[in-house]
Protein backbone atom coordinates (compact mmCIF):
# COMPACT_ATOMS: atom_id res chain seq x y z
CA UNK A 1 0.00 0.00 0.00
CA UNK A 2 1.25 3.30 -1.05
CA UNK A 3 0.10 6.95 0.02
CA UNK A 4 1.64 8.84 -3.24
CA UNK A 5 3.78 8.52 -6.37
CA UNK A 6 5.09 10.99 -8.04
CA UNK A 7 7.65 11.81 -10.99
CA UNK A 8 10.44 14.78 -11.17
CA UNK A 9 12.80 15.70 -13.75
CA UNK A 10 16.44 15.52 -13.31
CA UNK A 11 16.03 19.65 -12.08
CA UNK A 12 13.52 18.66 -9.45
CA UNK A 13 10.41 19.38 -11.71
CA UNK A 14 7.60 17.94 -10.11
CA UNK A 15 6.02 16.38 -13.82
CA UNK A 16 3.27 13.74 -12.17
CA UNK A 17 1.83 13.44 -8.96
CA UNK A 18 -0.90 11.50 -7.33
CA UNK A 19 -1.86 11.48 -3.74
CA UNK A 20 -3.63 8.51 -3.36
CA UNK A 21 -4.42 8.55 0.71
CA UNK A 22 -3.49 12.00 1.75
CA UNK A 23 -1.12 10.32 4.74
CA UNK A 24 2.03 12.02 3.54
CA UNK A 25 2.38 15.92 4.45
CA UNK A 26 2.54 18.24 1.58
CA UNK A 27 5.67 19.04 -0.21
CA UNK A 28 6.99 16.17 -0.02
CA UNK A 29 8.41 15.67 -3.44
CA UNK A 30 10.57 18.64 -3.00
CA UNK A 31 11.44 17.02 0.47
CA UNK A 32 12.26 14.09 -1.49
CA UNK A 33 14.45 16.35 -3.90
CA UNK A 34 16.25 17.78 -1.47
CA UNK A 35 17.82 14.97 0.27
CA UNK A 36 18.74 12.71 -2.91
CA UNK A 37 20.42 15.96 -4.47
CA UNK A 38 22.74 16.72 -1.32
CA UNK A 39 22.92 13.08 0.16
CA UNK A 40 26.05 12.48 2.43
CA UNK A 41 24.89 9.95 4.59
CA UNK A 42 27.08 6.46 5.91
CA UNK A 43 29.58 7.90 3.23
CA UNK A 44 27.25 7.25 0.36
CA UNK A 45 27.25 9.44 -3.18
CA UNK A 46 23.88 8.26 -4.28
CA UNK A 47 20.66 7.88 -1.97
CA UNK A 48 19.56 4.26 -1.72
CA UNK A 49 16.64 3.12 -3.42
CA UNK A 50 14.48 3.50 -0.11
CA UNK A 51 15.14 5.07 2.66
CA UNK A 52 13.22 6.82 5.57
CA UNK A 53 12.95 10.65 6.76
CA UNK A 54 10.47 12.18 9.59
CA UNK A 55 8.39 8.72 9.69
CA UNK A 56 7.46 8.69 5.50
CA UNK A 57 9.51 5.84 4.00
CA UNK A 58 10.77 6.94 0.31
CA UNK A 59 11.05 4.59 -2.58
CA UNK A 60 12.82 5.52 -5.67
CA UNK A 61 13.57 4.25 -9.71
CA UNK A 62 15.67 6.37 -11.77
CA UNK A 63 14.56 5.97 -15.57
CA UNK A 64 16.09 7.53 -18.27
CA UNK A 65 16.57 10.16 -16.18
CA UNK A 66 13.32 10.80 -14.20
CA UNK A 67 12.96 9.97 -10.53
CA UNK A 68 9.77 7.38 -10.24
CA UNK A 69 8.84 7.64 -6.36
CA UNK A 70 6.69 6.09 -4.05
CA UNK A 71 5.93 7.00 -0.36
CA UNK A 72 4.61 5.28 2.70
CA UNK A 73 3.67 5.46 6.19
CA UNK A 74 3.32 2.00 6.61
CA UNK A 75 5.85 -1.25 6.96
CA UNK A 76 5.73 -2.69 3.00
CA UNK A 77 7.98 -4.66 1.38
CA UNK A 78 10.60 -2.69 -0.28
CA UNK A 79 10.86 -4.51 -3.42
CA UNK A 80 7.34 -4.77 -4.37
CA UNK A 81 7.28 -1.27 -4.43
CA UNK A 82 10.79 -0.72 -6.63
CA UNK A 83 8.88 -3.44 -8.85
CA UNK A 84 5.70 -1.48 -9.09
CA UNK A 85 7.74 1.69 -9.84
CA UNK A 86 9.46 -0.54 -12.48
CA UNK A 87 6.27 -1.28 -13.92
CA UNK A 88 4.84 1.65 -14.34
CA UNK A 89 7.16 3.31 -16.22
CA UNK A 90 6.99 0.24 -18.29
CA UNK A 91 3.01 0.81 -19.01
CA UNK A 92 3.45 4.15 -19.46
CA UNK A 93 6.43 3.54 -22.02
CA UNK A 94 3.99 1.07 -23.60
CA UNK A 95 1.48 3.47 -23.79
CA UNK A 96 4.19 6.84 -25.26
CA UNK A 97 6.16 4.63 -27.06
CA UNK A 98 9.22 7.18 -25.67
CA UNK A 99 9.61 7.70 -22.08
CA UNK A 100 10.77 11.00 -21.37
CA UNK A 101 9.78 14.33 -19.68
CA UNK A 102 8.70 15.74 -23.06
CA UNK A 103 6.23 12.86 -23.58
CA UNK A 104 5.17 12.94 -19.88
CA UNK A 105 4.12 16.61 -19.98
CA UNK A 106 2.37 16.15 -23.58
CA UNK A 107 0.58 12.54 -22.35
CA UNK A 108 -0.53 13.70 -18.59
CA UNK A 109 -4.23 13.11 -19.17
CA UNK A 110 -3.63 9.71 -20.36
CA UNK A 111 -0.97 8.93 -17.69
CA UNK A 112 -3.27 9.95 -14.75
CA UNK A 113 -5.73 8.04 -16.37
CA UNK A 114 -3.20 4.86 -16.29
CA UNK A 115 -2.62 5.67 -13.14
CA UNK A 116 -5.64 5.39 -11.45
CA UNK A 117 -6.43 2.15 -12.83
CA UNK A 118 -3.20 0.58 -11.92
CA UNK A 119 -3.53 1.99 -8.36
CA UNK A 120 -6.62 2.69 -6.01
CA UNK A 121 -6.86 4.28 -2.97
CA UNK A 122 -3.00 3.04 -2.68
CA UNK A 123 -3.63 -0.46 -3.80
CA UNK A 124 -1.81 -1.67 -6.61
CA UNK A 125 -4.84 -3.44 -9.18
CA UNK A 126 -3.04 -4.35 -12.43
CA UNK A 127 0.38 -3.33 -13.85
CA UNK A 128 -0.47 -5.50 -17.25
CA UNK A 129 -0.89 -3.12 -20.27
CA UNK A 130 -2.89 -5.78 -22.19
CA UNK A 131 -5.96 -5.50 -19.26
CA UNK A 132 -5.29 -1.92 -19.62
CA UNK A 133 -6.05 -1.94 -22.79
CA UNK A 134 -10.11 -2.15 -21.30
CA UNK A 135 -10.28 0.22 -19.28
CA UNK A 136 -7.90 3.34 -20.70
CA UNK A 137 -9.70 4.76 -24.23
CA UNK A 138 -7.08 8.22 -24.24
CA UNK A 139 -5.09 7.93 -27.74
CA UNK A 140 -1.30 9.05 -26.64
CA UNK A 141 0.05 11.78 -28.34
CA UNK A 142 3.11 10.40 -30.34
CA UNK A 143 6.43 12.46 -29.89
CA UNK A 144 8.64 11.71 -33.13
CA UNK A 145 11.73 9.75 -31.65
CA UNK A 146 13.71 11.09 -34.96
CA UNK A 147 14.34 14.52 -33.33
CA UNK A 148 15.11 13.22 -29.93
CA UNK A 149 18.86 11.78 -28.01
CA UNK A 150 18.73 8.22 -28.02
CA UNK A 151 17.45 7.91 -24.03
CA UNK A 152 16.07 4.14 -24.85
CA UNK A 153 16.84 0.51 -24.98
CA UNK A 154 17.48 1.47 -28.91
CA UNK A 155 20.24 3.77 -27.54
CA UNK A 156 22.44 0.71 -26.37
CA UNK A 157 22.28 -0.96 -29.87
CA UNK A 158 24.84 1.49 -31.63
CA UNK A 159 28.06 0.13 -33.82
CA UNK A 160 30.46 2.63 -34.62
CA UNK A 161 27.90 5.07 -36.70
CA UNK A 162 25.61 2.32 -37.91
CA UNK A 163 22.32 2.15 -35.94
CA UNK A 164 20.55 -1.40 -35.63
CA UNK A 165 17.13 -1.51 -36.03
CA UNK A 166 15.69 -0.44 -33.24
CA UNK A 167 13.24 2.62 -33.62
CA UNK A 168 10.30 0.35 -33.76
CA UNK A 169 10.75 -0.41 -30.20
CA UNK A 170 9.50 3.65 -29.93
CA UNK A 171 6.03 2.86 -30.83
CA UNK A 172 3.57 2.96 -28.64
CA UNK A 173 0.98 -0.04 -28.60
CA UNK A 174 -2.17 1.46 -28.91
CA UNK A 175 -1.39 4.57 -31.05
CA UNK A 176 -2.23 3.77 -34.91
CA UNK A 177 0.76 4.63 -37.28
CA UNK A 178 0.21 7.97 -39.81
CA UNK A 179 -1.49 7.01 -42.78
CA UNK A 180 -2.97 3.69 -41.09
CA UNK A 181 0.45 2.41 -42.48
CA UNK A 182 1.53 -1.35 -39.74
CA UNK A 183 4.61 -2.90 -40.15
CA UNK A 184 4.90 -6.22 -38.92
CA UNK A 185 7.73 -6.32 -36.14
CA UNK A 186 8.66 -8.61 -32.78
CA UNK A 187 11.92 -7.46 -30.50
CA UNK A 188 13.48 -10.30 -28.96
CA UNK A 189 16.24 -8.45 -26.69
CA UNK A 190 18.94 -11.04 -24.48
CA UNK A 191 20.52 -8.42 -21.73
CA UNK A 192 22.77 -9.74 -19.16
CA UNK A 193 24.94 -7.94 -16.60
CA UNK A 194 27.50 -9.81 -15.41
CA UNK A 195 29.14 -9.46 -12.02
CA UNK A 196 33.00 -10.50 -12.14
CA UNK A 197 35.95 -9.71 -8.61
CA UNK A 198 39.63 -10.49 -10.09
CA UNK A 199 42.41 -11.27 -7.49
CA UNK A 200 45.64 -8.77 -7.74
CA UNK A 201 46.97 -11.80 -9.58
CA UNK A 202 44.40 -11.17 -12.20
CA UNK A 203 42.41 -14.45 -11.30
CA UNK A 204 38.73 -14.90 -11.61
CA UNK A 205 37.72 -14.79 -7.28
CA UNK A 206 33.76 -14.98 -8.35
CA UNK A 207 31.60 -14.53 -11.39
CA UNK A 208 27.61 -14.77 -11.95
CA UNK A 209 25.42 -13.15 -14.96
CA UNK A 210 22.35 -11.83 -14.47
CA UNK A 211 20.11 -12.24 -17.79
CA UNK A 212 16.70 -11.26 -19.28
CA UNK A 213 15.16 -12.51 -22.47
CA UNK A 214 12.93 -9.70 -22.61
CA UNK A 215 9.99 -9.32 -25.70
CA UNK A 216 8.30 -6.05 -27.54
CA UNK A 217 5.78 -7.03 -29.89
CA UNK A 218 3.97 -5.75 -32.66
CA UNK A 219 2.32 -7.87 -34.12
CA UNK A 220 -1.66 -7.68 -34.81
CA UNK A 221 -4.19 -10.35 -34.11
CA UNK A 222 -1.27 -11.91 -31.09
CA UNK A 223 -0.03 -14.92 -33.41
CA UNK A 224 1.80 -18.07 -31.42
CA UNK A 225 5.74 -17.55 -30.85
CA UNK A 226 8.57 -20.28 -30.65
CA UNK A 227 11.55 -18.97 -29.52
CA UNK A 228 14.10 -21.96 -29.79
CA UNK A 229 17.20 -21.92 -27.27
CA UNK A 230 20.48 -23.67 -27.35
CA UNK A 231 20.32 -27.33 -28.38
CA UNK A 232 23.14 -28.13 -25.36
CA UNK A 233 21.57 -25.55 -22.91
CA UNK A 234 20.92 -27.51 -19.54
CA UNK A 235 19.88 -25.70 -16.33
CA UNK A 236 21.21 -26.82 -12.66
CA UNK A 237 24.72 -27.04 -11.82
CA UNK A 238 24.71 -30.41 -12.97
CA UNK A 239 23.23 -29.43 -15.65
CA UNK A 240 19.58 -31.12 -14.57
CA UNK A 241 16.39 -28.54 -14.56
CA UNK A 242 16.01 -27.27 -10.65
CA UNK A 243 12.44 -26.99 -11.82
CA UNK A 244 9.59 -29.35 -10.57
CA UNK A 245 7.59 -29.57 -13.78
CA UNK A 246 10.41 -31.30 -15.30
CA UNK A 247 12.31 -34.93 -14.93
CA UNK A 248 14.52 -35.26 -17.55
CA UNK A 249 18.08 -34.66 -17.69
CA UNK A 250 21.31 -33.30 -20.02
CA UNK A 251 24.24 -31.14 -19.69
CA UNK A 252 25.23 -28.86 -21.56
CA UNK A 253 28.11 -26.30 -22.69
CA UNK A 254 25.67 -23.99 -21.43
CA UNK A 255 24.34 -24.28 -17.96
CA UNK A 256 22.26 -21.77 -16.20
CA UNK A 257 21.74 -22.27 -12.11
CA UNK A 258 18.09 -21.31 -12.36
CA UNK A 259 15.60 -19.49 -14.72
CA UNK A 260 12.20 -18.40 -14.65
CA UNK A 261 9.58 -17.68 -17.36
CA UNK A 262 6.29 -15.10 -18.06
CA UNK A 263 3.18 -16.88 -17.07
CA UNK A 264 1.80 -17.03 -20.71
CA UNK A 265 5.03 -19.19 -21.92
CA UNK A 266 4.57 -23.04 -22.20
CA UNK A 267 6.93 -25.48 -21.44
CA UNK A 268 5.76 -28.61 -23.52
CA UNK A 269 8.81 -28.92 -25.17
CA UNK A 270 11.62 -27.19 -23.55
CA UNK A 271 13.13 -30.25 -21.57
CA UNK A 272 12.79 -32.11 -25.32
CA UNK A 273 14.28 -29.50 -27.65
CA UNK A 274 14.84 -25.99 -25.63
CA UNK A 275 11.80 -24.30 -27.29
CA UNK A 276 9.60 -21.99 -25.50
CA UNK A 277 6.04 -21.13 -26.97
CA UNK A 278 3.93 -18.24 -26.14
CA UNK A 279 1.31 -15.94 -27.31
CA UNK A 280 2.98 -12.24 -26.47
CA UNK A 281 0.82 -10.26 -24.53
CA UNK A 282 0.89 -6.14 -25.50
CA UNK A 283 3.40 -4.46 -24.57
CA UNK A 284 7.03 -5.07 -23.60
CA UNK A 285 7.83 -8.04 -20.75
CA UNK A 286 9.97 -10.25 -19.83
CA UNK A 287 10.22 -13.65 -21.27
CA UNK A 288 12.42 -15.27 -18.91
CA UNK A 289 15.13 -14.28 -16.24
CA UNK A 290 18.49 -16.91 -15.82
CA UNK A 291 21.25 -16.49 -13.67
CA UNK A 292 24.56 -18.43 -14.50
CA UNK A 293 27.75 -19.26 -12.28
CA UNK A 294 29.34 -21.36 -14.64
CA UNK A 295 32.86 -20.13 -15.50
CA UNK A 296 33.01 -17.49 -18.51
CA UNK A 297 35.47 -15.47 -20.49
CA UNK A 298 35.58 -12.21 -18.71
CA UNK A 299 35.17 -9.27 -21.92
CA UNK A 300 37.96 -6.93 -19.96
CA UNK A 301 40.76 -7.42 -18.15
CA UNK A 302 42.25 -4.79 -15.46
CA UNK A 303 45.59 -4.66 -14.63
CA UNK A 304 46.85 -2.29 -12.00
CA UNK A 305 50.44 -1.04 -11.26
CA UNK A 306 51.28 1.89 -8.14
CA UNK A 307 54.73 2.42 -7.58
CA UNK A 308 56.14 4.62 -5.05
CA UNK A 309 58.02 8.25 -6.74
CA UNK A 310 59.11 9.70 -3.21
CA UNK A 311 58.38 10.03 0.11
CA UNK A 312 55.31 12.15 -1.40
CA UNK A 313 54.59 11.32 -5.08
CA UNK A 314 53.21 7.95 -6.21
CA UNK A 315 52.67 6.61 -9.88
CA UNK A 316 49.50 4.49 -10.80
CA UNK A 317 49.44 2.73 -14.19
CA UNK A 318 46.38 0.99 -15.35
CA UNK A 319 45.82 -1.48 -18.71
CA UNK A 320 42.37 -2.33 -19.65
CA UNK A 321 42.15 -5.18 -22.54
CA UNK A 322 39.53 -6.22 -24.55
CA UNK A 323 38.78 -9.95 -24.85
CA UNK A 324 36.30 -10.00 -27.49
CA UNK A 325 36.31 -10.47 -31.00
CA UNK A 326 37.45 -7.12 -32.91
CA UNK A 327 33.87 -7.00 -34.92
CA UNK A 328 32.33 -5.98 -31.46
CA UNK A 329 32.66 -2.77 -29.80
CA UNK A 330 32.22 -2.02 -26.42
CA UNK A 331 30.83 1.90 -25.56
CA UNK A 332 30.48 4.20 -22.27
CA UNK A 333 33.31 2.54 -20.52
CA UNK A 334 34.07 3.91 -17.11
CA UNK A 335 37.18 3.06 -14.86
CA UNK A 336 37.12 4.09 -11.13
CA UNK A 337 39.47 3.80 -8.51
CA UNK A 338 40.10 4.98 -4.97
CA UNK A 339 42.68 6.68 -4.35
CA UNK A 340 44.16 7.11 -0.32
CA UNK A 341 42.58 9.65 1.85
CA UNK A 342 45.89 11.88 1.84
CA UNK A 343 45.96 12.36 -2.14
CA UNK A 344 45.74 16.30 -3.00
CA UNK A 345 46.61 16.35 -6.74
CA UNK A 346 46.46 13.37 -9.83
CA UNK A 347 48.18 14.21 -13.13
CA UNK A 348 47.21 11.65 -16.01
CA UNK A 349 48.97 11.08 -19.29
CA UNK A 350 47.17 8.69 -22.13
CA UNK A 351 49.16 6.31 -24.87
CA UNK A 352 49.61 8.22 -28.40
CA UNK A 353 47.60 9.21 -30.51
CA UNK A 354 44.29 8.02 -27.55
CA UNK A 355 40.98 9.77 -28.77
CA UNK A 356 37.64 9.84 -26.84
CA UNK A 357 39.00 10.08 -23.53
CA UNK A 358 38.79 11.46 -20.42
CA UNK A 359 40.49 11.55 -16.78
CA UNK A 360 39.49 12.92 -13.80
CA UNK A 361 40.59 13.22 -10.06
CA UNK A 362 37.62 13.92 -7.78
CA UNK A 363 39.44 15.79 -4.80
CA UNK A 364 35.89 15.34 -2.42
CA UNK A 365 35.77 11.31 -2.70
CA UNK A 366 39.61 10.86 -3.45
CA UNK A 367 38.85 8.38 -6.51
CA UNK A 368 40.18 8.62 -10.17
CA UNK A 369 37.66 8.67 -12.98
CA UNK A 370 38.94 7.86 -16.31
CA UNK A 371 36.27 7.44 -19.07
CA UNK A 372 36.75 5.77 -22.74
CA UNK A 373 33.85 6.83 -25.36
CA UNK A 374 34.49 3.20 -26.73
CA UNK A 375 36.58 0.35 -27.01
CA UNK A 376 37.20 -2.14 -29.94
CA UNK A 377 38.07 -5.78 -29.31
CA UNK A 378 41.37 -6.96 -29.35
CA UNK A 379 42.56 -3.30 -28.20
CA UNK A 380 44.32 -2.13 -24.68
CA UNK A 381 44.58 0.97 -23.31
CA UNK A 382 46.79 2.26 -20.78
CA UNK A 383 46.21 5.31 -18.11
CA UNK A 384 49.35 6.30 -16.43
CA UNK A 385 48.56 8.86 -13.09
CA UNK A 386 50.73 10.49 -11.20
CA UNK A 387 49.87 11.03 -7.28
CA UNK A 388 51.03 13.51 -5.36
CA UNK A 389 50.37 13.93 -1.18
CA UNK A 390 49.66 16.25 1.33
CA UNK A 391 51.81 13.23 4.17
CA UNK A 392 54.16 11.02 3.69
CA UNK A 393 52.53 7.93 3.78
CA UNK A 394 53.09 5.79 6.63
CA UNK A 395 51.43 2.67 5.36
CA UNK A 396 51.51 0.47 2.03
CA UNK A 397 49.36 2.55 -0.53
CA UNK A 398 48.49 -0.21 -2.63
CA UNK A 399 46.62 -1.25 0.51
CA UNK A 400 44.54 2.32 1.31
CA UNK A 401 43.79 1.99 -2.89
CA UNK A 402 41.11 0.24 -4.78
CA UNK A 403 39.72 -1.69 -5.77
CA UNK A 404 39.33 -0.80 -9.27
CA UNK A 405 35.81 -0.89 -10.75
CA UNK A 406 34.30 -0.66 -14.19
CA UNK A 407 31.40 -0.27 -15.82
CA UNK A 408 30.26 -0.63 -19.79
CA UNK A 409 27.60 -1.66 -22.47
CA UNK A 410 28.60 -4.23 -25.10
CA UNK A 411 25.88 -4.44 -27.77
CA UNK A 412 25.83 -7.62 -29.52
CA UNK A 413 27.76 -9.61 -27.58
CA UNK A 414 26.39 -11.89 -24.63
CA UNK A 415 28.95 -13.49 -22.13
CA UNK A 416 26.89 -16.15 -21.95
CA UNK A 417 26.73 -18.24 -25.04
CA UNK A 418 22.90 -18.20 -24.82
CA UNK A 419 21.58 -17.96 -28.19
CA UNK A 420 18.13 -17.21 -29.70
CA UNK A 421 18.75 -20.15 -32.65
CA UNK A 422 15.41 -19.02 -34.52
CA UNK A 423 11.72 -16.80 -33.78
CA UNK A 424 9.06 -18.67 -35.18
CA UNK A 425 5.50 -16.80 -36.11
CA UNK A 426 2.46 -18.58 -36.61
CA UNK A 427 1.59 -17.90 -40.32
CA UNK A 428 -1.95 -16.09 -41.32
CA UNK A 429 -1.00 -16.48 -44.67
CA UNK A 430 1.25 -17.43 -47.56
CA UNK A 431 2.59 -13.94 -47.69
CA UNK A 432 2.64 -13.27 -44.02
CA UNK A 433 6.55 -12.02 -43.55
CA UNK A 434 7.05 -10.17 -40.25
CA UNK A 435 9.93 -8.53 -39.54
CA UNK A 436 12.38 -10.17 -36.71
CA UNK A 437 14.93 -8.77 -34.70
CA UNK A 438 17.34 -10.43 -31.71
CA UNK A 439 19.84 -8.07 -30.38
CA UNK A 440 21.97 -8.70 -27.20
CA UNK A 441 23.67 -6.93 -24.50
CA UNK A 442 26.02 -7.10 -21.84
CA UNK A 443 26.48 -4.54 -19.34
CA UNK A 444 28.96 -4.24 -15.43
CA UNK A 445 26.46 -5.13 -12.70
CA UNK A 446 29.66 -5.63 -10.61
CA UNK A 447 32.99 -5.83 -12.41
CA UNK A 448 36.37 -4.96 -9.96
CA UNK A 449 39.57 -5.36 -9.86
CA UNK A 450 41.81 -5.96 -6.38
CA UNK A 451 45.01 -4.50 -6.06
Given at each position: ?????????????????????????????????????????????????????????????????????????????????????????????????????????????????????????????????????????????????????????????????????????????????????????????????????????????????????????????????????????????????????????????????????????????????????????????????????????????????????????????????????????????????PLPKYTSRASFELEPGAVGQTMDFKEA?????????????????????????????????????????????????????????????AKKSGTYNPYRWVRYVTQANSYVARI
Open positions: MISQFFVLSQRGDNIVFRDYRGEVQKGSAEIFFRKVKFWKEDGQEEAPPVFNLDGVNYFHVKVVGLFFVATTRVNVSPSLVLELLQRIARVIKDYLGILNEDSLRKNFVLVYELLDEVIDFGYVQTTSTEMLKSYVFNEPIVIDAARLQSLGPASIFMQGGKRMPGTAVTKSVVATEPGGRTREEIFVDIIEKISITFSSSGYILTSEIDGTIQMKSYLTGNPEIRVALNDDLGIGKDGRPTYDYRSSSGSGAVILDDCNFHESVHLDSFDTDKTLSLVPPDGEFTVMNYRMTQEFTPPFRINTLIEEAGALKAEVIIKVRAEFSSSITANTIMVLMNKRLEWGLKKIVGGSEHTLRAKLTFSQESHGNITKESGPVSMTFTIPMYNASRLQVKYLQI
